[in-house]
């Protein structure tokens, strides 16, 4: 039974209690036996087996282990939206083998489509800023900027102060 799914053994179940039935009666006609033969042999042609869902499963994990706020919020939503969809199939036990490998595939592509937020910091400040350090940013009276290389930013003047983005992607 653990080897079939839950309808074609359910199918093959009812078949084989009519054909119990039809052999115990006495009075059964040649059709009756001939129909309920057929029937069972029917069932037993159509038994399928389960579909290892062993692959399917572990997507789904690496699918839950992801952490909502690091990625965009539609990449998250298709994300979800698949996740949904493989979990529905995982939990089919008459799924076919080509629904749980299409929702396996699908959710992969989900995962490989997650597009990471871009982390911004941003930093205002006023003239006369210094610092010594390796990544210093260097504001003198003229509002000019400068800043050390390896470090990816974009500074900007605006009303008197000098506003400093500095990004994790180097895309600002």
């Keep these: 039974e653990a080897m079939y799914t839950p309808a074609s053994w359910a199918l093959m179940q009812t078949a084989l209690t009519d054909a119990e039935r039809v052999l115990a009666d006495e009075e059964v006609t040649q059709a009756e036996v001939t129909s309920a033969r ?52 995982e939990a089919d036990g008459d799924a076919t083998l080509e629904e749980v490998n299409a929702a396996k595939e699908s959710l992969k592509e989900a995962i490989a489509s997650l597009l990471e937020k871009v982390l911004v910091l941003n930093l205002s400040f006023e003239d006369n800023l210094t610092d010594a350090s390796a ?10 900027v400068s800043y050390v290389d390896g470090v990816k930013g974009k500074a900007i003047s605006l009303d008197g102060s000098t506003h400093l983005n500095l990004g994790k992607s180097g895309k600002l």
């Design 38 to 89: 057929q029937a069972l042999e029917n069932a037993v042609i159509n038994l399928r087996k389960r579909v290892d869902r062993t692959a399917l499963s572990a997507v789904i994990k690496a699918a839950e282990s992801k952490v909502e706020s690091e990625y965009t919020a539609d990449s998250w939503s298709n994300l979800q939206a698949a996740l949904s969809a493989a979990k529905r199939v």
């Design 135 to 144: 990544y210093a940013f260097e504001v003198k009276g003229s509002k000019a």
